[in-house]
């Protein structure tokens, strides 16, 4: 899966539209907390609101930037959320695009 997470990261940000990216670093940044990666999560739901509006990004993954933050706090602690929020935030969309694959290729090499 997370090759596939990989290649749609990739295509997204060199042919997607702008919503379209920012709704795979959102579902990237799912998947990462999924994986027990909360830290790493937060920063790209950071870097995906910058992208696209938050509120369309909540629709995409079925849950409000409200929610993912509450639930983030709760697994990392209100410090290290702003920390990863800010780092995020600060993110050009290649910074984004890099560190995405770089977590996906870090999780691929755990899995295996």
Known sequence: MSRD????????EAR???E????????TGM???QAGWPTEAAV???????????????????????????RLGREIGD????AAWEHGAAM???DARDFALAKLAD????VV
């Open 92 to 94: 050009s969309d290649r």
């Open 79 to 82: 410090a290290a959320l702003i």
């Open 31 to 33: 998947s990462l907390l």
């Open 16 to 18: 997607g539209s702008r």
């Open 44 to 70: 790209l739901f950071s870097a995906a609101t910058q992208i696209f509006e938050p509120a369309n990004l909540g629709l995409a993954v079925g849950a409000t930037e409200d929610a993912i933050r509450g």
């Open 5 to 12: 997470l990989s290649r749609a990261v990739s295509l997204a």
């Open 107 to 110: 999780l691929t090499a755990e």
């Open 20 to 27: 379209e990216y920012g709704i795979v670093l959102a579902l």
